[in-house]
């Protein structure tokens, strides 16, 4: 069963507005004609995330030659198969297998519930011909190779990245802060799925951000560098940090500093506590075209 507070059946083209929290009406038909060349089937198809089938499509047929693809194919990521029975962390191997097995579980039943019981555009139910794609994910069970977890432990570091660093309601017109040791940029509202508290989504809008290389950095250890969701974020913060641009920016720099701390025989607390190290160091990463600050556009 759903939770009381997703307001509705789970398994549904239903799913909570981010921002007004009210349960909106996705829609769902496989396969439209919407390649610009085409005459687009129905305007529907231009929705963005309220067409589904649309929302995460890695392969339209129409943009390959004839034959290539018999069908789209599309990732199914969406709020209706998010698991949040029960936590991952801090629990015994057992627990944590069974858990991972409770997520796929629902994959598998909204994936059903598609195959047969989904409300079809024409009015019917069920989409028989939906399969799932073991040999484009690389699995035998038709899932993806491992679940996105969309949260992890952080470590304690140099520097915090905090909801009022880059809060558009706190930082307004200023922007998000601009840190001395910017190594990289991004750009996503903090966004956060089921709380603790019963929401269930917290959205919040946030300004172009940088990244802080003290967030990679852990307060006590001279020979670890932090990652991904691993960085010094805080549970809000994660929820804009997490995007996957941002997580290849801090995951190539990472390497890129640890790489550069073995050519110079520095510790990355090193590079970072030195003003002339450190600005060595984002130059490195920038003739690498890594860009470390959003642009001044006031002036245009």
């Known amino acids: 069963m759903a939770p009381a507070f997703w307001g509705g059946p789970l398994l549904s083209w239903d799913s909570p507005n981010p921002r007004t929290l009210e349960r909106s009406r996705r829609f769902f038909d496989p ?9 687009v089937a129905d ?7 309220m067409s589904l089938w649309i929302f995460r499509r890695i392969a339209a047929r129409h943009n390959f030659r004839p034959g290539a693809y018999a069908s789209d194919i599309c990732p199914v990521n969406w709020p209706m198969i998010d698991y949040f029975e029960a936590p991952i962390i801090d629990v015994t191997p057992e627990q944590y297998a069974q858990r991972l097995a409770d997520a796929a579980s629902l994959s598998y ?5 598609m195959q047969t019981e989904a409300p079809c555009p024409d009015g019917g139910r069920g989409f028989a011909g939906l ?9 035998e069970h038709g899932l993806a ?17 905090l909801e009022q660093d880059l809060s558009l309601d706190v930082r307004g017109d200023r922007g ?3 840190y001395r040791d910017s190594i990289g940029v991004g750009m996503y509202r903090i966004d956060l799925h089921p709380s603790t508290g019963g929401d269930n989504y917290i959205d919040v809008g946030a300004c172009p951000f940088e990244i802080p290389l003290g967030a990679l950095i852990p307060r006590g250890k ?3 560098l932090a990652a991904s969701k691993n960085i010094g974020t805080t549970h809000i913060t994660n929820g804009c940090y997490r995007l996957h641009p941002v997580e290849w920016n801090i995951g190539e720099v990472a390497g890129m500093l640890a790489a550069h701390c073995l050519e110079t025989g520095q510790t990355p607390h090193g590079v970072h506590g030195d003003d002339k190290r450190l600005a060595e160091f984002q130059s490195h990463i920038e003739h690498r075209g890594v860009e470390r600050h959003w642009p001044d556009i006031s002036g245009y």
């Open 31 to 39: 396969n439209p004609v919407d390649n610009a060349t085409r005459e």
């Open 43 to 49: 305007q529907r198809h231009s929705a963005g995330d």
């Open 109 to 113: 039943s909204m994936f059903y519930w």
């Open 131 to 139: 399969r799932l794609r073991g040999d484009i994910t690389g699995t």
């Open 145 to 161: 190779m491992a679940p996105y977890i969309r949260e992890s432990r952080r470590i304690r570091a140099l520097t915090t990245v």
């Open 176 to 178: 998000a802060v601009n």
């Open 222 to 224: 001279s020979n670890l």
